[in-house]
């Protein structure tokens, strides 16, 4: 059987199925839905390794809050029912086969770039299972995301219509617009149709500053804010070269016993 690693961003299945449940405290019925959907997953993605990544319990917000401390200082904590049955979500995970890898100092989203790269760069199928459009910067003819809620591909063309530019222009395109939620700003006054014909008429937020021929309504706006820009962008590129501490045997999926 071909190799197909499935990386489970967990924590963003997770509080999607919990947000709605109709009773918060419910998390046996969490529980229910989030495995009944791991199932469907299996169904589609037939996957031969499979991992599930949880950010942090504490929220550890790593490297990026070292380097820029407004980073989603301001994000909305995890409810206290969610956090308390983690455990319990894991073990019901682990009965059906998925080991957990938990975040400790890094971000998530950091891990599972670590992991997609690592194995799609030696040619072998990894489908990220993810809203998270940050993964798309990782897109390439090995490496999927999948929105199971919108049952769609956030593939190339995705980016090209939510965006409006290159999977390779991505993170210069939230460094010039910011990221909601994050804290990161981008430049002020420069949003998506701006951020779009600046990196039409350059490859990146270098080439925009160094270009001479920038329409005249954008230049104001872009003085002085390179550094910004640039920092922006640092924070939203995701970290590949982790050190993951495991092989990729550890990760294959036995389909367990009914």
């Not at 690592?118 to 798309?136: E, H, L, P, R, W």
């Not at 993170?171 to 617009?177: A, K, M, N, Q, V």
Request: with cysteine.
């Amino acid at each position: 059987m071909a190799l197909h690693l499935v990386i489970i961003d967990a924590l963003n299945l997770i509080r999607r199925v919990h947000s709605a449940q109709p009773d918060p405290a419910d998390i046996q019925r969490t529980i229910t839905t989030t495995s009944r959907t791991l199932n469907r997953i299996f169904d589609e993605a037939k996957p031969s390794h499979i991992i599930a990544v949880f950010d942090h319990h504490q929220q550890v917000r790593g490297w990026r809050a070292e380097r820029f401390p407004a980073y989603k200082q301001d994000r909305k904590p995890m409810p206290v029912e969610l956090q308390n049955g983690l455990d319990a979500i894991q073990q019901a995970w682990w009965e059906l086969g998925i080991d957990s890898l938990l975040s400790d100092g890094d971000e998530a989203d950091d891990l599972v770039a670590t992991l997609a790269v690592k194995v799609a760069s030696q040619q072998q199928q990894v489908t990220i299972i993810s809203t998270d459009k940050g993964y798309c910067q990782l897109l390439m003819p090995t490496l999927r995301i999948r929105d199971y809620f919108q049952h769609r591909w956030l593939d190339a063309n995705y980016v090209e219509k939510e965006f409006g530019v290159k999977v390779s222009q991505l993170t210069d395109y939230w460094g010039l617009t910011g990221i909601s939620g994050t804290g990161l700003s981008g430049v002020p006054g420069i949003g998506p149709k701006a951020a779009q014909e600046l990196l039409g008429l350059c490859e990146n937020i270098e080439h925009i500053y160094s270009h001479a021929d920038i329409p005249n309504k954008y230049q104001k706006k872009l003085e002085g804010q390179q550094q910004h820009a640039l920092l922006c962008r640092e924070l939203a590129q995701l970290n590949t070269d982790l050190e993951l501490g495991f092989n990729l045997q550890d990760l294959r999926w036995k389909k367990p016993h009914s």
